[in-house]
């Protein structure tokens, strides 16, 4: 028996008008949604409200039950699309560049939403956008074209099920693959992170020391018929949890091979080699009349985005260029997996042993300010004092990227009585770390470099929008520096804010030339 097909538009209400009698009421709370409250993992957090006076001109609005999906590039593309059943005043407002699906009778909003959240619908949305480069748009119309399967309404929600439950399970290994929570035992942590074997170790074979839980509900997306199906995999089982593995490419991610910012590094040397030489003295002609000596790297900057909209052959030229060098693409992507492979596993194993073994890193309790401040203080010590500040150089070159200091302290905070979470969004952006043990005893770590431009601004304003936005007046504030020169620039800061005596501020020094060796002290 064949399923049937139908336009979305045939079954669904696409971009719904709000009810007179909703409209109406202009104190009435409502949640609202902005695009990056709607997650590329298909949900959306909804932690702000506001008056329905406030967004009923100029936002779109929608209801729980609804499917909203984003028809802007890239968001659409990236997988922006969400069934919605979590709003706690029933009605929300978000982007003009979402798009509202009702569902009717016929259709049960969560088959919906996975019909419209796959591979298969991006694909034939992308080919049918409208409008110039960068403000693409999925048009209505579209929604009068793609057809989806329509099985009977209990196989739906049968197919929905299962869905939800292989959704939950991606999401649960995401999340262990990102934080690492999943290896909650120190034993395991040891055995993926240390970079020597013991004596004793022996190699086995995965299946010969964990079990096999088989008959795991999941499916898998056919991309002939278009449809998903369900499947059933065998997965290794041990200490009472899924084993979930994880390539070791995911610790690094490279930008695309082209890209802007490569073109605008590389400009100069692109200008130069063009076959065209007219063009070439074009472009250097420009060059001397808008630049000189004293030029700052912006200047540059702004000078070749002008030169790349009057002769737009050269971007033709950088492709070239890319293009006959793309055979290093596959080796510099292996060399950043190597170096990250030995920066984040290797070197901070040998850091979790030294915390673990020299230390009660790993013991702490008390409140979750007490707890931070003496992690934070436990590493300030092994920087500062036991050799560890080598962790945070590679090739004999420091971290440049805050995010790599930030992953080195997650790691460390398995074995807590605390809830530890990163990157935590309550609508004022992401704070670092949040460490909490239910909702009044909560503590914000931030970790800065010293060279951030921005530093000032974010010890003055950007601390305090995170502690409002979570409401807590607990939290840490650890600069990194590696030179005096830095030193200097964080203790100007300091003083300028007056917060030189503030305790909540943690200096940390990252240098190498203050070390010497015992032997030579």
Known sequence: MSVVKKPI??????????????????????????????????YVTPNVSCPLADVLKGYTYFENGDVIVAKITPCMENGKAAFVDNLPHKIGFGSTEFHVLRPRESVDGRYLFYMVWNPEFRKEAESDMTGSAGQKRVPKAFFDRFEIPLPPLSEQKRIADILDKADAIRRKRQEAVES??????????????????????????????????????????????????????????????????????????????????????????????????????QVNNY??????????????????????????????????????????????????????????????????????????????????????????????????????????????????????????????????????NSEVNNGRGPVDFKVSRGNKDKTLVEFKLASNSKLSQNLEKQVKVYEDANRTSQSIKVVFYFDASERRKVQQVLQKLKLQDDESIVLIDCRRDNKPSASNA
């Not at 696409?14 to 409250?37: C, K, L, Y």
């Not at 030294?354 to 007490?370: A, M, R, S, V």
């Not at 995010?403 to 530890?420: C, E, K, V």
Request: hydrophobic residues 35%; charged residues 30%.
């Open 9 to 42: 538009s045939h079954v669904v209400d696409v971009n719904p008008r709000i009810p007179t009698e909703i409209a109406s009421d202009g104190r009435r709370e409502v949640d609202f949604v902005p695009m990056a409250q709607l997650s590329e993992q298909g």
């Open 180 to 281: 690492l929570k999943a290896m909650r035992q120190a034993a395991l942590y040891d055995t993926v992170l240390n970079s020597k074997k013991r004596a004793d170790w022996r190699e086995e074979r995965l299946g010969e020391v964990a079990d096999v839980k088989g008959g795991i509900q999941s499916v898998s997306f056919d991309y002939d018929k278009r449809y998903w199906c369900p499947k059933t995999f065998d997965l290794p089982y041990v200490l009472g949890d899924f084993v979930l593995l994880a390539p070791k490419d995911i610790l690094t991610k490279d930008e695309n091979w082209i890209n802007r910012g490569d073109m605008l590094n590389r400009f100069e040397t692109i200008a130069t080699s063009s076959g065209d030489q007219q063009l070439r003295s």
């Open 287 to 420: 060059l001397r009349r808008a630049l000189t000596p004293k030029s700052t790297k912006e200047d540059r900057r702004r000078a070749y985005d002008s030169l790349l909209k009057e002769y737009p052959q050269l971007i033709e030229w950088y492709i070239k260029y890319k293009e006959d060098t793309g055979g290093r693409a596959k080796t510099i992507s292996g060399e950043k997996v190597t170096d990250s492979e030995e920066f984040y596993v290797k070197q901070f194993g040998s850091l979790i042993d030294q915390l673990e073994t020299e230390t009660e890193f790993y013991q702490l309790g008390i409140d979750t300010f007490k707890e931070c401040m003496d992690r934070v203080g436990f590493l300030k010590q092994e920087i500062e004092n036991n050799g560890a500040y080598r962790l945070f150089y590679h090739k004999g070159k420091p971290v440049q990227r805050e995010s790599d200091l930030q992953i080195l302290f997650r790691l460390t905070w398995f074995a807590t009585p605390s809830d530890f």
